[in-house]
């Protein structure tokens, strides 16, 4: 449990497969970043995915650069303050 603005809450990082089924939970006090919390949800699963579908709040460079070198294709939108943001696979993003 963590303090945010919302009172005390956590947040719970989920890597799922395609279906949907859980492969590693990662949990962290609320006020906690969540690209803070995706190495450590990443050790989770056993396997590197060929794909990761993720939301904003892991936007990080350094994240992005560990997947391509693990062979993993990042599909995470990026922040709005990036100054030359890339292109997202919307389709891909969507499922």
């Known amino acids: 449990m963590g303090q945010s603005r919302g009172g005390w809450t956590t947040k ?3 890597i799922a ?3 949907g089924l859980p492969l ?12 803070a919390a995706a190495e450590d949800a ?6 590197r995915p060929k ?3 993720a939301d904003k709040g892991y936007d990080a460079d350094d994240l992005r650069f560990e997947l ?3 062979g993993t294709r990042p ?6 303050n990036r ?6 696979d919307r389709e891909t993003y969507r499922l």
């Not at 590693?24 to 690209?35: F, K, L, N, R, S």
């Not at 990443?42 to 396997?47: C, I, Q």
């Not at 100054?83 to 997202?88: I, N, S, T």
């Open 12 to 14: 719970i990082h989920l």
């Open 17 to 19: 497969d395609a279906n």
């Open 24 to 35: 590693g939970v990662h949990v962290t006090p609320g006020q906690t970043a969540d690209i």
């Open 42 to 47: 990443l050790a989770t699963v056993d396997a």
């Open 51 to 53: 794909e990761l579908l």
């Open 68 to 70: 391509h070198s693990n």
């Open 75 to 80: 599909v995470i939108p990026w922040k709005s």
């Open 83 to 88: 100054l030359a943001p890339g292109r997202l």
